[in-house]
């Protein structure tokens, strides 16, 4: 969320996984003095972090307040990306903004608000950060925010016991994938996949990142990256091709909503609800990042039990396979700390936000993992997230980042977000294209 938009695109030898972008907004900060973020006092933080995650990252500012003296207080909800621009232009900016898209943090850049990061920040970064992570938070050769949580997107979740039951191996193909769907629906008489698209005022985001991984598998990196940079359209064919072949199990009732409804009930699912019928066993099949660990985390299985996620567990997922064997191309999606006072305790706060001593207990704390470089995977919660968090520290991994998350957040969160949940309400294919597109003209 996922959530989550600027131009340049270079391969990423990226490290660490994890969190999902919604929204939040935390009232006063550093635009508006007064107390917060006076050294010792209250440091003020709005992002797009809610629910347990929210309550894990509160956490772990507590437990580092009673040896820093410095008191942390996070905010957030679903309306972050539409708000936080409004109340920065309007003085009533935070302390720190965690930012889920580094489109959005231009944005918030060029109000003039952000204030470049500090000293002990950037040698942090350059220390435990790889240099494409870096870029993300640099604006006319000026670095101003670190890059937190991160995600990988594009797994396919699924119940081991039901695949072996059935038959089924993972699918190395694209073409595999879709035969395997076929053969779950034949087999149970019932649509293998669920999805859900609502998110608030980002309601719509899952459905771009199907969009992107198979821009990525269809067309392959180069085109991906031309059209992060607007040169490939979204009325032109690799895209148009993404979006029919999504559709062959988006748009198909017989592959869709399982546990939910028919098509259309994707657009009125919660992204996160999604986690518990593939736990208790009522969908076979769903999309959405690594992140998703964090929902599995708050349902239950039918003998009352957590989840547990490993190839031998209740759930587990593989990455969302591409067109030929092995050629899959892993995205990416994370948040960007942003500070709007530079008094010396959000300068604190903002310093630990960067160290690996804060990745490692945002990690212990469950259901995320940071993309430091000298955060430990050992500490994440579950099998599937160390493996997914060593798989990011590889050096030889290539990646990319969240394509609507680098694009102008007119199109990227706006025309994009809004023309996936027209797509599902039954709006024909070539006139969403033309509405998204348009996003670059507002």
Known sequence: MGMSRRRWMAPLALAGVATLALAGCAEGGGGSGGESGDAGGTVRISGGITGSEADALQKVFDDWSADSGIKVTYSGDKSFEGNIVTKVTGGDAPDIAIVPQPGLLKTLVDTGDVKAAPEAVEKNVDANWSPDWKKYGTFDDTFYAAPMLANIKGYVWYSPAKFKE???????????????????????????????????????????????????????????????????????????????????????????????????????????????????????????????????????????????????GDVYAFVLPGYEEGSATIEVGGEFVAGFSDNEATQKVLEFMSSPEFADARVSEGGAISANLNADPSKASSPFLTEAMELLQDPNTTVRFDASDLMPATVGSGSFWKGMVDWIDGKDQATVLEDIQAGYNN
Request: glycine fraction near 10%.
């Open 166 to 312: 059935w038959g089924l191996e993972v699918p190395k193909t694209w073409d595999e994938l879709l035969a395997m769907t076929k053969t779950i629906q034949e087999t149970t008489g019932s649509a293998p996949w669920c999805a859900g698209f609502e998110s608030g005022d980002a309601s719509g985001w899952p459905g771009t990142d199907w969009i992107e991984d198979l821009v990525l598998r269809q067309s392959g990196a180069d085109v991906y990256d031309q059209w992060v940079d607007g040169d490939v359209k979204f009325t032109d064919k690799p895209i148009a091709d993404a979006f029919t072949a999504v559709g062959e199990i988006l748009l198909n009732p017989d592959y869709v909503n399982a546990g939910f409804g028919d098509v259309k009930s994707i657009n009125d699912t919660a992204f996160g609800d999604v986690a518990a019928k593939v736990a208790d066993g009522s969908c076979a099949l769903t999309h959405q990042a690594s992140f998703l660990t964090a929902n599995f985390l708050t349902v239950q299985t039918a003998d009352g039990k957590t989840p547990e996620v490993g190839p031998d």
